[in-house]
């Protein structure tokens, strides 16, 4: 299987200032259509996840466009460039290019 | 609007069988792939299975083959998931979720407790 590594797994982050989460790959996620299928989600307090950003870099719609994906292979990154307070929630990536679906261990943001 | 809808759960002992339900709308479920997604309490996110849209196709995460069965009808809009010889490592939330090479719509979730 895919094991999806995130990092850190706690990031606590002044208002208005940027964060970032690194997701790394065991293995390539380039699918052999070409496509890379890295997903990531929000998970706010007491709510369902909800995705931000599919194919490592295009965002759902409707997600600020502070939310931003970057990446390829094995290595990407979420970055969020001015943290707002309804941000606050525990992030995943997850691969989707094979079998089993795996995902990252979570990074939780909190305000400092 | 999309729409996933779970229900099913409950407390079973050890050993037990439940089955799950999604009831989808907002959406034409017949040409989706879905799937069941499980997060333990406190824990992190962990797929555990995908139904391609016909039926035709499953996969499962090692932890529940051959205990857990994932199905769907339709012409319902329902997908379901079969689950046996439930332990208490199956306590978790269970949220049906729509794929498209991706998992894009999530549910509310149910709550499956195994204990004694």
């Known amino acids: 299987d895919v094991v999806m590594t ?39 307090p007491g709510q369902s996840p909800r995705r931000l950003i599919y194919k490592v870099s295009n965002r759902d ?22 943290v707002e307070a309804e941000d606050v929630g525990v992030y995943y990536c ?19 | 609007e999309v729409q996933l809808v779970e229900s099913g759960g409950v407390l079973v002992q050890p050993g037990g069988s439940l089955r799950l339900s999604c009831v989808a709308s907002g959406f034409t479920f017949s040409n989706y792939w879905m799937s069941w997604v499980r997060q333990a309490p406190g824990k992190g996110l962990e797929w555990v299975a995908s139904i391609k849209h016909d039926g035709s196709e499953k996969s499962y995460v090692d932890s529940v083959k051959g205990r857990f069965t994932i ?20 306590t978790a939330v269970y949220y049906c979720a729509r794929e498209a090479r991706s998992v894009d719509y999530w549910g509310q979730g149910t709550l499956v407790t195994v204990s004694s």
């Open chain 1, 94 to 112: 997850m691969q989707t290019t094979r079998w089993t679906y795996t995902f990252g261990q979570g990074t939780k943001l909190e305000i400092k």
């Open chain 2, 71 to 90: 199905s769907r009808d339709n012409p319902k809009n329902s997908m379901y998931l079969q689950m046996n010889s439930l332990g208490a490592d199956d």
């Open chain 1, 61 to 82: 719609s409707g997600v600020p466009d502070r939310f931003s994906g970057s990446g390829s292979g094995t290595d990407f990154t979420l970055k969020i460039s001015r």
């Open chain 1, 6 to 44: 995130q990092s850190p797994l706690s990031l606590p982050v002044t208002l208005g200032q940027p964060a970032s989460i690194s997701c790394r790959s065991s293995q390539s996620l380039v699918h052999s259509d070409g496509n890379t299928y890295l997903n990531w989600f929000q998970q706010r």
